[in-house]
């Protein structure tokens, strides 16, 4: 999953796109969701389908660098629940 172009088809974050996540797999058809953080920054939200079901959050500073582990965090490590379609926001 990769995001860094504006509607212009400029990059947003450096030279070349910024990888968000290359650890597993989405599920075919899902478009994960993404807000701005207000400062040139973003926050992205997604589950993978591979390896497990699992939601993952990461921050994307101005800057391009990521502020979480590379691949984004667990959200939740309750492996009792399935979990999917996350939702994400920026608290001001």
Do not use: K
């Not at 910024?18 to 478009?31: A, K, P, W």
Request: proline share 3%; aromatic share 14%.
């Amino acid at each position: 999953m990769r995001r860094n172009l504006t509607s212009m088809a400029n990059f947003l974050w450096g030279a070349s796109h910024v990888s968000i996540f290359d650890g597993g797999l989405l599920q075919m058809g899902y478009y994960p969701d993404f807000v701005s953080d207000g400062n040139g920054g973003a926050v992205f939200g997604w589950y993978t389908s591979y390896p497990s079901l699992q939601c993952y959050v990461q921050r994307v500073y101005s800057s391009g660098a990521e502020a979480f582990a590379h691949n984004g965090v667990e959200a939740s490590t309750n492996m009792m629940q399935c979990r999917v379609n996350p939702d994400v926001g920026v608290q001001g």
